[in-house]
């Protein structure tokens, strides 16, 4: 196949504010220019791509070539002015660039004039992004689209049929578009969900207003999140109102019903969504008019920067050579001595499973374990904030249980149903989304799902459709090879052991996979506030932390790597 041949010059996107829907603002740092066309940068937000415009005389595949390159260029507008060039003017206005993006490898795009004013494209698919700004790998694969032009009365040929949406290479990709998190409410009005989406950078405050208040959260976590926003509310512009301020303006006569507690949860909800994308000051209008609102506190879901650590000298933070215990907690651990513990956010219970393979819930008022299940081959147990604690064994992914406080016990029926076996789970601190490593299709893939409750919180189920994110082996990675942690609130590791190394997956939900790799014989990985806190325990006890690329050695006689799911607060 054939590179394509247009130049793309580069430069710094001034992002000059267009007082729109999807107005564009900087997102960080100051102008930088000077990059020429294949340069890369570290601040990617702050490099923009300007394609060429129509070439005199282009044929009907440079025409083609042409207008797909441009697909990088959204310019200040946001509007794709470019690219429109390429089109004919009857179709010029009714092409929508916003439905999608195809990601692709730029290498492998072909041109074929099939007939005279027939071109076909063909690409290699990397992963897409929907109208809602939903990203999804893919599993390479060759596709195309065909596109129809026609010759103008000035003898130029420009495009009178193509499909909506734009191509990306995926290094462009990153450039040209940023994910930003679209932020929910969990069922309890306690904690913020992010829900990651990708927008160009020079349309983000309106395309993330727009997908907050317009638009349903993603399909898979939909079931497991609230918004504020009452029905009949709509977002219409978002207008600048200082350097790094904007003014949400919404309409609606659900405005008029709405109380001063679901306003601030509005305001909530706008002003954590926007400051992804520059934004320091929200103010949410009606008819011009601002409405007096105040953001909400919200429970976070940090946690201590010190390891959580099970060694000779006791169980507790390990802060230099010194455990700082829980009280009451810490004598339940060293008592029962298990082989995985999770600690819950008020540190006052915790899930285990014990050497004998059995997983029980421990409780600082005593040192004795509630038994909980002693099926075969239990995965690492996890808790909710409720006190639940739910268990599975590797063989039987859809055999779910939540053990609750109290002794009744839940099925969580058909969990993972397309799976032959489960490696792993770690359900996030604000208890909305469970992620697991599981076996389906001859595959290992981590997956997410949202967690259903009713309306006492206690859980009933995951929802469909589950969302895949990475696929961390084959069928010959064995379940016990691997371990699954949430490492903040918008990315999950992974731990994938093999004879001659270690393969550490950090991934973010709803956006692309990072790798790195460590010494063969780690056995386990906890979280922290975020990927510097990651960690991982060998089988000899050493306890590393990642510095830079490399894992970095920083204790030793560590017998477990426990996991937290918040702080008191």
């Given amino acids: 196949m054939t590179r394509a041949r247009g130049i793309l010059a580069v430069l710094l996107a001034l992002c000059a504010v267009v007082v729109t829907g999807c107005a564009g603002f900087p997102t960080s740092g100051p102008p930088e220019y000077g990059l ?8 990617s937000q702050n490099v923009a791509f300007i394609p060429n415009s129509p070439q005199p005389g282009a044929t009907p595949e440079q025409i083609v070539e042409g207008f797909v390159d441009a697909g990088s260029g959204p310019g200040v507008r946001g509007d794709w002015t470019v690219a429109r060039e390429f089109l004919a003017p009857s179709f010029r206005e009714t092409w929508k660039p916003e439905t999608g993006v195809f990601v692709d490898e730029r290498a492998e795009r072909d041109y074929v004039e099939t007939q005279e004013g027939a071109v076909d494209f063909v690409y290699d698919v990397v992963a897409s992004v929907d109208d809602k700004g939903a990203y999804e790998r893919a599993d390479i694969a060759t596709a195309s689209s065909t596109f129809r032009l026609a010759q103008q009365s000035d003898g130029e040929w420009r495009i009178t049929e193509a ?32 829900d990651v989406r990708w927008f160009a950078i020079t349309r983000a405050p309106g395309s993330i207003a727009d997908a907050l208040v317009n638009k349903p959260p993603s399909e898979w976590l939909a079931g497991s999140v609230d918004t504020a926003f009452p029905d009949g509310v709509a977002f219409v512009a978002a207008v600048p109102n200082d350097e790094d301020g904007v003014d949400v303006a919404l309409t609606g006569d659900a405005m008029l019903a709405v109380d001063s507690d679901v306003l601030d949860r509005m305001q909530t909800q706008l002003e954590v969504s926007l400051r992804a994308a520059g934004v320091t000051q929200v103010a ?106 739910w268990s599975v064994p590797q063989d039987q992914p859809s055999a779910l ?17 397309e799976a032959t076996a489960i490696a792993g789970m770690s359900l996030s601190r604000d208890g909305t989304r469970m992620a697991a490593v599981v076996s389906a299709g001859g595959r290992t893939v981590l ?29 010959v990675v064995g379940v016990t090879d691997i371990g699954v942690t949430w490492i903040d609130d ?15 997956v950090e991934q973010v939900v ?38 830079g690329t490399a894992w970095q050695p920083t204790a030793t006689g560590v017998l477990v790597l426990a996991t937290q799911q918040g702080a008191p607060q």
């Fill in 163 to 194: 499909p909506d949406g734009i191509w990306l290479d995926e290094a462009q990709f990153p450039t040209v578009f940023n994910r930003y998190p679209v932020m929910y409410f969990d069922p309890t009005w306690q904690y913020l969900v992010p």
């Fill in 284 to 389: 949410m209008t009606v008819d011009s008019t601002q409405i007096d609102a105040e953001p909400v506190a919200v429970r976070s879901t940090r946690v201590p920067a010190a390891p959580l650590v099970l060694t000779e000298q006791g169980f507790g933070f390990l802060t230099g050579d010194e455990i700082d215990k829980i009280p009451g907690l810490s004598a339940a651990v060293e008592a029962n001595a298990p082989v995985s513990v999770q600690v819950g956010a008020q540190r006052d219970l915790a899930a285990a499973k014990l050497a004998s393979g059995a997983v029980v819930r421990l409780n600082s008022a005593g040192t004795d374990a509630e038994s909980l299940d002693t099926r075969v081959g239990l995965v690492d147990p996890v808790i909710d904030g409720s006190g639940a604690v």
């Fill in 36 to 43: 020429e066309s294949g340069g890369t940068d570290d601040d």
């Fill in 401 to 417: 249980r939540a053990f609750l406080p109290g002794g009744d016990v839940v099925e969580i029926a058909d969990a993972w149903s």
């Fill in 510 to 547: 709803g956006a692309p996979t990072s790798l790195s790799t460590a010494s063969a014989g780690m056995a386990s990985i906890a979280g922290g506030t975020g990927g510097s806190s990651l960690r991982l325990r060998a089988d000899d006890g050493t306890l590393y932390v990642k510095r």
């Fill in 490 to 504: 918008v990315s999950i590791g992974v731990l994938a052991g093999a004879e001659s190394e270690s393969t550490v």
């Fill in 447 to 475: 997956v997410v799902a949202g967690v259903l409750r009713n309306a006492d919180g206690i859980p009933v189920g995951l929802g469909t459709p589950t969302m895949q994110l990475a696929v961390v082996g084959g069928a």
